[in-house]
Nanobody
Framework: QVQLVESGGGSVQAGGSLTLSCAASGYRNSRYFMGWFRQAPGKEREGVACIYTAGGSTYYADSVKGRFTISQDNTKTTLYLQMNSLKPEDTAMYYC??????????????????WGQGTQVTVSS
């Protein structure tokens, strides 16, 4: 059973930066799609960024391209999301997710089987 634990959320002013981390355990192999999703109150959960752990391919939502960077450590057990130039509209609960299946739409929440508990990011203007 894959377990995901996020950390690093917090409050920051617009234009600031935060780095989220996701500690993963219970992998059975090294081929996973792992992603960051976010959900603001009253809105659908949306994909922010994801990475294919075997090849390193990355995918980003248009709203965060050029500002956010997804990465993994060498052991592939920790996922990061570096968030720069944060905007108030980035305020949301951020979730780490993973799947061992081949994700046809890597930024779709329906592709993912495992989820963390979330970490709150609040950006003030």
């Amino acid at each position: 059973q894959v377990q995901l634990v996020e950390s690093g959320g917090g409050s920051v002013q617009a234009g600031g930066s935060l780095t989220l981390s996701c500690a993963a355990s219970g992998y059975r192999n090294s081929r996973y799609f792992m992603g960051w999703f976010r959900q603001a109150p009253g809105k659908e959960r949306e994909g922010v960024a994801c990475i294919y752990t075997a090849g390193g391919s990355t995918y980003y939502a248009d709203s965060v391209k050029g500002r956010f960077t997804i990465s993994q450590d060498n052991t592939k057990t920790t996922l990061y999301l570096q968030m720069n130039s944060l905007k108030p509209e980035d305020t949301a609960m951020y979730y780490c997710a993973a799947t061992s299946r081949t994700a046809i739409q890597p930024l779709s929440k329906y592709e993912y089987d495992y989820w963390g508990q979330g970490t709150q990011v609040t950006v003030s203007s």
